[in-house]
């Protein structure tokens, strides 16, 4: 099956680092962070508390965000550059559907030819001097279901889509009505291998393209 739009998630599927915990890590604050992050996965807290909770622990600042910005970049998942060339070169729509920070996902997005348009991630606040302010507290993917929102906008426009991702909120796509790939390749969820329309558990992205082409 052949498919108009690709839709990735970042954290542990383009890059092998989940920015929120490593952002943490750098304060000191990971073990907090982590608690909460788990607290949410376990259903005590709603992804939408958790999500502000984190962010006003890390508090990320301008100079937070270029960091993560390049380790993204430093991290990247063996076999991404390859597989977005070659779903580029036989005119697929990209895009990066994420709940993690959309100025520290642009970088990667930009080397790897994606516009930064086809980004939907959690937009960062900052005042004049790069401080932390905020983070874009309406966007749909710092809330449970966003990412089912996003695929919607966009199969509106395109009959087919596919979602690549590892995690739990990946799976949410389905409800879009989207084709979704499990991607093990840098953590295996039992969860999101067994609701995944296909899994792929090779250290390599480009497992997934005789899968989408
Ligand atoms: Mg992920």
Redesign the pocket.
């Known amino acids: 099956m052949s498919y108009d739009v690709i839709c990735f ?5 383009l890059s092998r680092v ?1 920015g929120i915990d490593e952002l943490a890590r750098r304060n000191g604050l990971f073990e907090q962070v982590a608690a909460l992050t788990d607290a949410a996965m376990n259903g005590e807290l709603a992804l939408e508390d958790v999500y502000a909770n984190r962010l006003d622990l890390i508090k990320p600042d301008k100079a937070a965000i270029d960091w993560l910005a390049e380790l993204y970049i430093a991290e990247m998942v063996e076999g991404v550059s390859e597989t977005i060339k070659t779903l580029q070169a036989n005119n697929k729509l990209i895009h990066i559907i ?1 709940g993690g920070l959309r100025q520290a996902i642009l970088p990667l997005a930009e080397q790897l030819g994606i516009p930064d348009e086809h980004v939907h991630a959690v937009d960062v606040l900052f005042d004049d001097d790069g401080n932390y302010q905020d983070f874009a507290r309406h966007s749909p993917l710092a809330v449970s279901g966003g990412k089912a929102r996003i695929c919607r906008r966009l199969r509106m426009h395109h009959s087919s889509l596919v979602m690549i ?3 739990k ?2 799976l949410e796509a389905k409800l879009a009505g989207a084709y979704m790939i499990g991607f093990g390749g840098v953590v295996r969820r039992p969860l999101v291998e067994e609701q995944a329309d296909s899994y792929v558990s090779d250290t390599s992205l480009a497992a997934v393209l005789p899968l989408v082409l």
């Open positions: 998630d970042c954290d542990s599927t989940e994420s991702g590892d995690g909120t990946d």
